[in-house]
């Protein structure tokens, strides 16, 4: 056995995160307690993606099976460890003086306690998404981290999307405002890598320009501020929001900013403004119920139960169509649209088995989601579909997520480079002086 081979005990949490986790370990050893075969079985009914996960996961684990997974562990593959299911240990009495509660968390940390006792010191770690199960581990001597395999690594660069150039010659501003075609990069000296439809702003000496860059055309563009379905972009960051939504050679786009810096908003005016060129406009968002509580618990049948969870999006659409009045064309075509099911409206669970061909597709709240859960939407995206996902990765509902390891932040560093991805990162707040003053403050 190699002298540095860890053994990683899973927690179930890890399982629903990444249903495809037991093979990323490299080389090291991976043990599952039998309490977390339990939990899984209660996540195998049910058409969330978390309960997707847990199906696909037991069907991985159905394929290792045999007597070797409880005596010896089996192989995961060329280069990989083995994988060990660990049936049930007693709760020994320092577990039980510190945590008297018979839980199935409590249970696993008797098997991760009793595997960590069997090894020397520092080859065994306790693999979860749950701090407070982390913390639990740690004050029993057990070493645990986060499962961190699809965490990005340098969240502040992530999202500095958008370059101020200082010193620009006037005379190229001003042809950009001449020529439709843009202008070669080259022209501008521009320092460091430039990423496909990145967004600038040039300054000159008495001139200035937004501008993105064309990676087909190897060219710098001007931005042309547009108003689209009665939304006019109000800083420079929502004009290059804007564009990046209305660029036909864009499919896939994340929009991310605190609450108030318009990006919903903006994502919806344009899927109404280019309503023709696509057969449907789907608006979608995670329900992350509180305190971790299935929709069940809510009183009254399925749309009064979804109700709440998805007002904000409605709250959207009522400002697009009070920008007009009632009696306009504009306004009885969203009333039209909703009524023929052209712009719908709902959970993104309710979205699965939907066909998403030529479908406007916006999903609100995306820092919400697993890596796992946006590469299933995404996979599903049929020709002519342009995918839009927005949120704000300073408020996660989810208790296994963070800024690094949610799906919104994930997407964009795997897709950053990409000819068919636009990001862009909104800064200020537009909906209200005080609405910006207690994002920053408060």
Same mark, same amino acid.
């Given at each position: 056995?190699?002298?540095?081979?860890?053994?990683?005990?899973?927690?179930?949490?890890? +399982?629903?995160?990444?249903?495809?986790? @037991?093979?990323?370990?490299? &080389?090291?050893? =991976?043990?599952?307690?039998?309490? *977390?075969? %339990?939990?899984?079985?209660?996540?195998?009914?049910?058409?969330?993606?978390?309960?997707?996960?847990?199906?696909?996961?037991?069907?991985?684990?159905?394929?290792?099976?045999?007597?070797?997974?409880?005596?010896?562990?089996?192989?995961?593959?060329?280069?990989?460890?083995?994988?060990?299911?660990?049936?049930?240990?007693?709760?020994?009495?320092?577990?039980?003086?510190?945590?008297?509660?018979?839980?199935?968390?409590?249970?696993?940390?008797?098997?991760?306690?009793?595997?960590?006792?069997?090894?020397?010191?520092?080859?065994?770690?306790?693999?979860?998404?749950?701090?407070?199960?982390?913390?639990?581990?740690?004050?029993?001597?057990?070493?645990?981290?986060?499962?961190?395999?699809?965490?990005?690594?340098?969240?502040?660069? +992530?999202?500095?999307?958008?370059?101020? @150039?200082?010193?620009?010659? &006037?005379?190229? =501003?001003?042809?950009?405002?001449? *020529?439709? %075609?843009?202008?070669?990069?080259?022209?501008?000296?521009?320092?460091?890598?430039?990423?496909?439809?990145?967004?600038?702003?040039?300054?000159?000496?008495?001139?200035?320009?937004?501008?993105?860059?064309?990676?087909?055309?190897?060219?710098?563009?001007?931005?042309?501020?547009?108003?689209?379905?009665?939304?006019?972009?109000?800083?420079?960051?929502?004009?290059?929001?804007?564009?990046?939504?209305?660029?036909?050679?864009?499919?896939?786009?994340?929009?991310?900013?605190?609450?108030?810096?318009?990006?919903?908003?903006?994502?919806?005016?344009?899927?109404?403004?280019?309503?023709?060129?696509?057969?449907?406009?789907?608006?979608?968002?995670?329900?992350?119920?509180?305190?971790?509580?299935?929709?069940?618990?809510?009183?009254?049948?399925?749309?009064?139960?979804?109700?709440?969870?998805?007002?904000?999006?409605?709250?959207?659409?009522?400002?697009?169509?009070?920008?007009?009045?009632?009696?306009?064309?504009?306004?009885?075509?969203?009333?039209?649209?909703?009524?023929?099911?052209?712009?719908?409206?709902?959970?993104?669970?309710?979205?699965?088995?939907?066909?998403?061909?030529?479908?406007?597709?916006?999903?609100?709240?995306?820092?919400?989601?697993?890596?796992?859960?946006?590469?299933?939407?995404?996979?599903?995206?049929?020709?002519?579909?342009?995918?839009?996902?927005?949120?704000?990765?300073?408020?996660?509902?989810?208790?296994?997520?963070?800024?690094?390891?949610?799906?919104?932040?994930?997407?964009?560093?795997?897709?950053?480079?990409?000819?068919?991805?636009?990001?862009?990162?909104?800064?200020?707040?537009?909906?209200?002086?005080?609405?910006?003053?207690?994002?920053?403050?408060?």
């Amino acid at each position: 056995m190699a002298k540095n081979k860890k053994i990683f005990v899973l927690d179930t949490n890890v +399982l629903l995160h990444d249903y495809l986790c @037991i093979f990323n370990f490299q &080389d090291n050893d =991976i043990v599952l307690p039998i309490p *977390v075969l %339990e939990e899984l079985d209660k996540f195998k009914r049910g058409n969330d993606i978390i309960n997707f996960h847990a199906r696909e996961f037991t069907r991985e684990l159905d394929k290792l099976s045999g007597d070797k997974l409880f005596n010896g562990g089996v192989s995961l593959g060329k280069g990989k460890g083995k994988l060990t299911i660990e049936t049930g240990k007693p709760l020994s009495k320092k577990i039980q003086e510190s945590f008297p509660e018979n839980t199935p968390d409590h249970r696993i940390l008797a098997i991760a306690e009793y595997i960590h006792h069997k090894n020397e010191p520092g080859r065994v770690i306790f693999i979860s998404k749950d701090i407070n199960l982390r913390m639990k581990a740690k004050s029993i001597g057990i070493m645990a981290q986060d499962y961190e395999s699809d965490k990005v690594a340098n969240i502040a660069e +992530l999202y500095k999307n958008i370059a101020t @150039i200082e010193d620009v010659d &006037d005379a190229l =501003i001003n042809k950009l405002y001449e *020529v439709t %075609e843009g202008i070669p990069v080259k022209k501008f000296k521009l320092d460091g890598k430039i990423l496909p439809n990145q967004y600038f702003i040039l300054k000159g000496n008495s001139s200035s320009a937004l501008v993105h860059y064309d990676p087909v055309n190897g060219v710098l563009d001007r931005v042309i501020k547009q108003k689209t379905y009665g939304i006019e972009p109000r800083n420079a960051e929502q004009t290059f929001a804007l564009d990046a939504l209305m660029r036909p050679g864009v499919q896939l786009v994340t929009l991310t900013g605190k609450a108030g810096t318009g990006k919903t908003l903006l994502a919806l005016a344009a899927a109404l403004h280019q309503r023709q060129e696509y057969t449907q406009i789907f608006l979608a968002r995670p329900i992350v119920p509180l305190s971790n509580k299935d929709l069940g618990f809510l009183p009254g049948d399925v749309k009064e139960k979804i109700g709440p969870y998805m007002q904000p999006l409605f709250d959207n659409l009522d400002v697009i169509k009070n920008k007009f009045q009632q009696t306009s064309k504009e306004y009885q075509k969203i009333d039209e649209m909703l009524k023929n099911e052209k712009l719908i409206i709902t959970p993104l669970a309710y979205i699965r088995g939907r066909s998403l061909s030529r479908i406007f597709f916006i999903v609100d709240e995306a820092q919400n989601l697993t890596p796992h859960e946006i590469k299933t939407i995404i996979t599903r995206a049929g020709e002519g579909t342009k995918m839009i996902f927005t949120g704000d990765i300073e408020q996660i509902d989810s208790p296994y997520l963070d800024d690094k390891s949610n799906g919104l932040s994930y997407l964009t560093d795997k897709m950053k480079g990409q000819n068919v991805f636009a990001h862009v990162n909104l800064v200020k707040g537009e909906r209200s002086y005080l609405a910006e003053l207690a994002s920053n403050l408060l």
